[in-house]
């Protein structure tokens, strides 16, 4: 594996080696040890065409935890801003000699095209509405390490779909490894044909929840909205909001998980997300570090750069 540039066309063997080396790591950090010798010598670059606090810590945190030596560029203070093209970019960034290069962009494809142009290993964290490939691997390895598996499960993916790189990520991963998909919510906000990808789609909260594995919630995007797709925010928690009622259609033992950051009393009640008996929304978040330590793990062993060797 060259890059991480999405989940669809990844083989289930390899999401299920990336799954396995982040388990490791998520029980690494639970026992306070580091390994700063694995990534000891290589330059990893977050470059963050958009803001996320979440998503670029995490990344931070786990290059810093292989040893690796980690810089953050900001959009908002770099050359971008003043005009510079995504490629004169890219070759800013050859010539720094970067080994790791971690992309977010509001553009769907932006990271791909990097990966053509630049030396280093590209990881996409996020772009447009494409995927958000590590935010899937870590969901697979929070209900895994809760079922055990990933086969046989039913999944119910609820509310902003058509917006959502998440739900698309989730979705060719959850697919790949053998559950039962459904996503949930109203006509405005799922695709047209989302069908193809091979899930169930449901229009009423209660049928879509009804004996699920796992309810996943999804945050809505207003930002991403050209128009108005919901009639308020107070309708859409009606209808679409996570609460106690409607969870308890789901199977007793259904996790909840949402990818952050929530909106409480839209997406979901503030009881439900911080119910110990369900939620694992904080366990979301620790396994995010773990996944991300996985991927850079694992790509700077193909990298085109060797520490202290470098072309």
């Known amino acids: 594996m060259r890059h991480l540039l999405a989940i669809e066309g990844l083989a289930p063997t390899t999401i299920a080696e990336l799954l396995d080396l982040a388990e ?39 290059g810093k935890r292989l040893g690796a030596d980690v810089l953050n560029m900001s959009v908002s203070t770099s050359s971008v801003k003043k005009g510079e093209t995504l490629l004169d970019t890219a070759s800013t960034l050859n010539a720094m000699q970067c080994d790791l290069l971690v992309v977010r ?16 290993a590209v990881i996409n964290a996020g772009d447009g509405t494409h995927e958000h490939p590590t ?11 809760h079922r055990g598996k990933l ?61 699920a594995d796992v309810v996943m919630m999804l945050r809505l995007q207003k930002e991403r909205m050209t128009r108005n797709l919901v009639p308020s925010s107070r309708e859409y928690f009606r209808f679409y909001g996570l609460d106690a009622e409607k969870l308890a259609v789901a199977k ?24 110990p008996a369900h939620s694992v929304i904080r366990e979301q978040v620790e396994m995010g570090v773990a996944v991300r330590m996985a991927v850079l793990d694992r790509l700077s062993r193909t990298s085109n750069y060797t520490a202290g060797a470098r072309r």
């Not at 490791?24 to 670059?45: C, E, H, M, P, W």
């Not at 935010?135 to 390490?145: E, G, N, S």
């Not at 007793?252 to 119910?275: K, Q, T």
């Open 135 to 145: 935010q899937a691997l870590l969901d697979a390895l929070t209900i895994r390490r």
């Open 151 to 211: 086969e046989g499960l039913t999944i119910a993916i609820c509310g902003d779909i058509g917006h959502s790189r998440v739900a698309r990520s989730n979705i060719h991963l959850l697919n790949a490894m053998g559950s039962s998909v459904r996503v949930v919510g109203p006509p405005t906000l799922i695709p047209a044909a989302i069908e193809e990808l091979g899930v169930t789609v449901f229009h009423d909260m209660r049928s879509g929840l009804a004996g």
């Open 252 to 275: 007793p033992d259904a996790l909840v998980m949402h990818p952050g950051p929530m909106n409480r009393g839209v997406e979901i009640d503030s009881a439900v997300a911080d119910d």
């Open 24 to 62: 490791s790591y998520a029980l690494l950090n639970r026992s306070g040890k580091t390994q700063r010798d694995v990534l000891r010598g290589r330059t990893l670059i977050n470059l963050f065409f958009e803001d996320s606090t979440r998503t670029r810590t995490s990344f931070e945190l786990a």
């Open 105 to 120: 962009h509001d553009q769907s494809g932006a990271p791909n095209l990097l990966a053509q142009k630049v030396e280093a």
